[in-house]
């Protein structure tokens, strides 16, 4: 699947979840997905706890987090 298609998935309405990004059609914040990630969930583990996620959700979520470290805000202080 495209990176256009896979970024199509995520959504921001300011009406669900206050604006903050998630899968379109759902109440799951990019940031569930991506945490889970991080803690070591594979993505059919992260599937069992949400159903309604398909594997293209979640490379959608992984999709959006490498778009928006390309943009250049960073959060974490750089090393000396």
């Known amino acids: 699947m495209a990176e256009q298609q896979l970024l199509s998935r995520v959504v921001r309405d300011p009406d669900v979840c206050g604006g ?19 803690e070591g969930l594979t993505p059919e583990e992260i599937i069992d706890h949400y159903p309604q996620l398909s594997r293209d959700d979640i490379r959608g979520a992984l999709a ?12 974490v202080p750089a090393t000396p």
Do not use: F, H, M, V
Not at 20 to 35: F, V, Y
Not at 64 to 75: F, I, P, V
């Open 20 to 38: 903050q990004p998630c899968i379109r059609g759902t109440r799951i914040n990019i940031a569930i997905i991506l945490d889970g990630l991080a």
């Open 64 to 75: 959006y987090a490498a778009e928006l470290s390309r943009e250049n805000r960073w959060k």
